[in-house]
């Protein structure tokens, strides 16, 4: 895993828990424009997920992390993206370039976040797909939830 520091989303909770993993996947950009990406290819991608809240569940927990990198790794780990329907847009498309698979990493984490009692959030992902190229994800109104 990398050595990281990521940049902190301003908030006023409680309890702020960081949850650091990779997958290994294959994408492609069914574009001209996409260069390259747009054949067939793979990535290490890491992940940092922020979630925050107030109120810890029954067990002292805001969320474990073990159910935090199951909700990802065992869905996009060693898979093509371009087969999950998280990545499909309304076009009938699939286009999962780093910034949609960032946003849809958010929308996983926080649909499940929604379903706990003590109702955490999901601050921001920051998704690595190259040593040298990332990603972050901040839902509009982040912290005002």
């Not at 996009?76 to 898979?79: K, R, W, Y």
């Given at each position: 895993m990398i050595q990281q520091i990521y940049p902190v989303p301003a908030h006023n909770f409680l309890y702020e828990l960081n949850k650091d993993f990779h997958f290994a996947a294959a994408h492609y950009i069914a574009d001209e424009e996409a260069g390259k990406c747009q054949y067939t290819h793979g990535h290490t991608y890491f992940v940092n997920v922020t979630i925050a809240g107030n109120t810890l569940d029954s067990t002292g927990f805001l969320i474990?992390?073990?159910?935090?990198?199951?909700?990802?790794?065992?869905r996009?780990?060693?898979?093509t993206l371009n087969k999950d329907p998280?990545?499909?847009d309304a076009q009938?498309?699939?286009f999962p370039t780093t910034e949609v698979v960032a946003r849809s990493i958010y929308d996983i984490i926080q649909g499940h976040l929604e379903t706990l009692a003590n109702k955490p959030v999901c601050l921001q992902v920051f998704l690595r797909e190259t040593p040298t190229s990332y990603c972050i994800y901040r839902p509009k109104g982040g912290a005002e939830r």
């Open positions: 474990n992390f073990k159910t935090i990198k199951d909700l990802i790794h065992n996009f780990d060693h898979s998280a990545f499909l009938g498309d699939y």
